[in-house]
């Protein structure tokens, strides 16, 4: 079983950056893949990034490749979705979720994060 926990969410203006931050329960933390995923009002939840448990293997949706940096630290049990070049169209909450296997599709993964809201003003 793993629980995880997101934060760091907030108002930004376009053009700032956020850093969220997911933090596990679970003992054999480097045992999962992580992904962020994120829904805004009115549409489906998307893929944004992820990463592999130990060998830092990762994905990035095109929309945010080059803005976005994941990265984890397993003595922490955290994962890390640094947040740069925001724009309006990041608002949405983001969610992380915890996977056996490196994974862009949401099905995979059995553990999930409440979310937390990200807003981005013009």
């Known amino acids: 079983q793993v629980q995880l926990v997101e934060s760091g969410g907030g108002l930004v203006q376009s053009g700032g950056s956020l850093r969220l931050s997911c933090a596990a329960s679970?003992?054999?933390?480097?045992?999962?893949?992580v992904g962020w995923f994120r829904q805004a009002p009115g549409k489906e939840r998307e893929f944004v990034t992820a990463i592999s448990g130990r060998h830092s293997g990762t994905y990035y949706a095109d929309s945010v490749n080059g803005r976005f940096t994941i990265s984890r630290d397993n003595a922490k049990n955290t994962v890390y979705l640094q947040m740069n070049s925001l724009k309006r169209e990041d608002t949405a909450v983001y969610y992380c979720?915890?996977?056996?296997?490196?994974?862009?599709?949401?099905?995979?993964?059995?553990?999930w994060g409440q979310g937390t809201q990200v807003t981005v003003s013009s």
């Open positions: 979720a915890a996977a056996s296997v490196l994974t862009r599709s949401m099905g995979m993964y059995n553990y």
């Open positions: 679970a003992r054999t933390f480097s045992n999962y893949a």
